[in-house]
């Protein structure tokens, strides 16, 4: 279905994580004094482990149309 993840979208996204939650990435993050810095490398690689969102559009609202239906004649007539 569209904008469901595809097996390959899934695989790489899964390996990605796996390399973000590694010792190795880890131990490269506690190499950053800068607290500033260290927010902003976590920051930009979250997006690669729980997946990108995408921006909110607004939808345009608007008053459901009405319908009036009419029936002309519909008393039964009494024949004489």
Do not use: C
Not at 1 to 6: A, V
Not at 37 to 56: C, D, F, Q, W
Not at 64 to 71: L, T
Request: charged residues 30%; negative net charge.
């Amino acid at each position: 279905p569209k904008g469901s993840l595809s097996t390959t979208s899934k695989l790489i996204r899964e390996h990605i994580s796996q390399a973000i939650d590694g010792n190795k990435i880890m131990q490269m993050l506690d190499k950053i004094d800068s607290h500033t810095e260290y927010i902003n490398a976590v920051t930009k690689l979250l997006p690669y482990s729980i997946g990108k969102v995408k921006p909110y559009e607004e939808v345009e609202h608007f008053d459901p149309p009405v319908i009036n239906i009419h029936f002309l004649d519909t008393e039964k007539k009494e024949e004489d």
